[in-house]
């Protein structure tokens, strides 16, 4: 019996070391399992972290190196080792590849621990995330002016009726948007980085004004400058009646009395006074004020529209972005027409008295927007060659 206790000693102990790689192993399975399924969960929030992070550049403006930096330094501020990250936009893969989205795709092996005795091969793992930016209103006025007071102001007897789009600022004062005096407006909604300030209600289609929204992109940050031409043309002050043709402007406009637009490109440089009993008409124009020279409109004028295709499309009104801080000014009647685009990156726009549009055609897009004239104003411009412009921009992790 002691013999046969002695075997069986024997033999259990032979069973016991025999199976404990097995044992050891199928624990270490159920331990790196664990493991390898939290260091998932850590990947795919870091790339979705990251795809949202290049989401927020995309939404700035910024191209495709800008994007793809921001969301590497992303997912790299995770202290992830051994990760590869890939950035996409618009993605290459999935239900969205659109220009409005962002893919990141990370991957990364893992070192065994238990495991190793099975295999000494890396674990591979593998996120991937799909941020995509949603448009919830378009704009009609927006102004760029990141930190002014007052940034888009209503003011006075002013009264402005937005169809179809609404007024943004990318200001973050806390009156990014100001309503007062007995201004009356009208508009799907009222945007702000910042805050609004309301001296009296405005109608509006969403159910209150939307504060601390993300900024709007300039919609014309990629429009070149045109260049400018040899010779000067000038303008002839005494004609009652002319027709004036396309090219540089090296002295300014003066323009009084009847004048005629021919459709193309005017580079001016100089200022641009349209004055009190002027009738100035125009199709297919673009008005460039180079430098920081300005406009002053003060007559009847009917600028009826910008082209409606090629570089400038949709644009009347373009200020030069590398000029500095000044104002240009839009004081027109109930007959004066100005259609498309009045574009001024670096400049207050004052736009007074009573205008309309051709259909109510009309985008204003400046640093600054003072607003105390009557006017209504219709978004959905696109047979006109106009852009959107997106505001109360949204970004969601999607896949």
């Not at 009264?159 to 004062?173: A, D, F, I, P």
């Not at 637009?261 to 004055?275: D, F, H, R, W």
């Not at 009993?277 to 409109?297: D, L």
Request: glycine content about 8%; aromatic content about 6%; proline content about 4%.
């Amino acid at each position: 019996m002691r013999e046969f206790g002695r075997d069986a000693g024997a033999n259990v102990a032979t069973i016991f070391a025999l199976s404990l790689p097995i044992i050891v192993g199928a624990a270490g399975l159920g331990v790196e399992t664990s493991y390898w399924y939290y260091e998932d969960l850590k990947l795919q929030a870091t790339a979705d972290a990251a795809a949202y992070a290049g989401a927020l550049e995309k939404i700035a403006g910024s191209d495709t190196a800008t994007i793809t930096a921001a969301a590497t330094q992303s997912a790299t501020d995770n202290s992830l080792a051994n990760v590869t990250i890939t950035v996409h936009t618009p993605p290459t893969s999935g239900s969205h590849m659109t220009n409005k989205a962002v893919e990141v795709i990370l991957n990364q092996s893992l070192d065994r621990m238990f495991t190793a005795i099975f295999s000494e091969s890396k674990v591979p793992e593998r996120a991937r995330a799909v941020a995509l930016i949603t448009d919830t209103s378009k704009a009609c006025v927006l102004a760029l002016n990141p930190s002014a007071y007052q940034a888009a102001l209503f003011s006075g007897n002013t009264s402005v009726k937005l169809t179809g789009c609404s007024v943004m600022s990318n200001s973050v004062q806390s009156d990014a948007v100001k309503v007062q005096g007995s201004a009356a407006l009208q508009a799907d909604c009222l945007i702000a980085v910042g805050g609004i300030s309301l001296s009296n209600p405005v109608t509006t289609v969403c159910k209150s004004p939307i504060t601390q929204a993300l900024p709007a992109s300039d919609p014309f940050s990629s429009l070149p400058a045109p260049a400018a031409g040899n010779p000067c043309k000038t303008v002839n002050g005494s004609k009652t009646s002319q027709t004036l043709q396309p090219g540089t402007y090296c002295s300014g406009m003066d323009l009084k009395g009847n004048v005629t637009l021919q459709p193309g490109t005017y580079v001016v440089q100089g200022s641009l006074k349209i004055n009190a009993n002027a009738a100035v008409s125009g199709t297919g124009v673009t008005i460039f004020m180079s430098g920081s020279n300005t406009v002053s409109m003060n007559g009847n004028a009917t600028v009826t529209s910008a082209p409606t295709s090629g570089t400038y499309s949709g644009v009347l009104f373009y200020g030069d972005r590398t000029g500095t801080s000044t104002s240009s000014t839009f004081n027109g009647t109930a007959s004066s027409l100005l259609t498309d685009a009045i574009y001024f990156p670096k400049q207050q726009v004052n736009y007074l008295g009573n205008f309309s549009g051709s259909g109510g055609w009309t985008q204003v897009v400046a640093d600054k927007i003072q607003w105390s004239g009557s006017t209504t104003i219709k978004q959905n411009c696109s047979s006109l060659g106009m852009k959107d412009i997106p505001s109360a921009q949204s970004v969601a992790i999607v896949e």
